[in-house]
């Protein structure tokens, strides 16, 4: 029953399944404060919504991988989807904080929209045209969290933070939908037994180049999800905004990522990966070495934090594409498992920065910290970025 659509899906679609599994992360972040409030706990612990969330996507993921390359994208979309939906009903309802973040983490099964997404992309082209059209797909990935935290801070001002889980639902089902009658299977080749499946799955573990490509991700999106950590707190005590504020300002982060990702989808075609790689990681860290500046001389402003990380994400957005094209092309008969593990890494490690942050930032220290630790994130990505360059030159040699 899972095989009714042959052909592959539309473009569209993808873009929907990538956009909805972004915004999930951070649609109701301008609501934290409030949930800690109503369910009377600590604001760390309702953090765990945004940090724990990618914990278990990052599990998630490499599990999904293997299985898209044994048994195929659409059957585990389709149930990813099924399960996301199910969990935002369970969030709509919880009457505590365990039980929603229960369900919170079961939501991240969605992850399997966004990182099957690349792999259906890398199943039907080569390499940099791959990358060329990741780079479109991923305006997708800027729009939904550019758009989400403003709309779910509306949403918790007018209706209370539960409207952002109706609006999830909601989404889910138009979602499956559409997959069911659109998403064609375009694993042509899946394994024979999952145990031939992870037999090869070494093959990525030995590759430097694969190490390279999947750890440039891994920190440059590293340096976002410390944004997402520890923005809230300072925003609101640093410079006193408001819910839908602060949606609006979160916006400019992802405002940079559209912004990088279109010159991706325009230029990867034509450069070496790793030069859009290395682009994109010198262009976030020195929009984070002007903020931090302008913070140490004295101009606490609010386009200080926000102009800087403006720069994180137009260099994002340069760089993920094609480290994720690169990723997936080290092995391509392992497409799916590779887009898995790298997005394994690239989650895994947003926890581990956004729970960081949370940890570091306070009411007194803020802006430090936070832009602190996005600076080291970008600057291990571009390291990871000069390695696969290094890797490149001595195989030619």
Request: contains cysteine; proline residues 3%; neutral net charge.
């Amino acid at each position: 029953m899972f095989y009714s659509a042959t052909t592959p899906p539309k473009f569209f679609t993808l873009i929907l399944l990538s956009a909805l599994s972004v915004a999930s992360l951070n649609f109701f972040v301008t609501s934290l404060s409030n949930m800690a409030e109503e369910f009377q706990t600590d604001y760390a612990v309702v953090n765990l919504a945004i940090a724990g969330y990618a914990g278990m996507t990052a599990v998630l993921l490499l599990i999904i991988g293997p299985l898209s390359d044994r048994l195929g994208r659409r059957p585990i979309i389709i149930a990813g989807l099924i399960i996301f939906i199910l969990a935002s009903m369970g969030c709509l309802l919880a009457e505590d904080i365990s039980t929603f973040l229960f369900f919170r983490l079961l939501q991240g099964a969605i992850v399997s929209g966004s990182v099957l997404s690349n792999a259906v992309v890398r199943d039907m082209l080569p390499a940099r045209e791959a990358a060329s059209k990741l780079g479109y797909l991923a305006m997708a990935w800027a729009v939904a969290p550019m758009l989400g935290p403003m709309l779910g801070g509306v949403l918790d001002e007018l209706f209370g933070w539960r409207a952002s889980f109706i609006v999830f639902f909601g989404l889910g089902v138009v979602l499956l939908s559409l997959c069911w009658i659109d998403l064609g299977e375009t694993n042509k080749n899946p394994s024979e037994t999952f145990a031939k499946q992870f037999k090869d799955y070494p093959e990525l573990f030995r590759s430097r180049r694969f190490w390279g490509y999947a750890l440039c991700m891994a920190f440059s999106a590293g340096a976002f999800y410390a944004f997402l950590g520890g923005v809230p707190l300072v925003a609101k005590t640093v410079f006193g905004m408001s819910a839908t504020s602060l949606g609006f300002y979160i916006g400019t982060i992802t405002a940079g990522f559209l912004l990088g990702s279109f010159l991706s989808g325009r230029f990867a075609r034509y450069y070496q990966l790793t030069t859009m790689m290395i682009m994109g990681r010198i262009v976030a860290c020195v929009g984070l070495v002007l903020g931090l500046g302008l913070f140490l001389t004295g101009v606490v402003h609010v386009f200080s934090l926000f102009g800087a990380c403006m720069f994180v994400g137009i260099g994002n957005g340069l760089t993920m594409p094609s480290s994720s094209a690169g990723a997936m092309s080290v092995r391509p008969r392992l497409a799916g498992s590779a887009s898995g593990l790298s997005g394994a890494l690239t989650v895994g490690g947003g926890a581990v920065m956004a729970s960081i942050t949370g940890i570091l930032v306070t009411e007194q220290n803020g802006i430090y910290p936070l832009l602190g630790t996005m600076l080291f994130s970008s600057l291990m990505g571009l390291i990871a970025a000069l390695y696969v360059l290094w890797v490149d030159r001595s195989e030619e040699a």
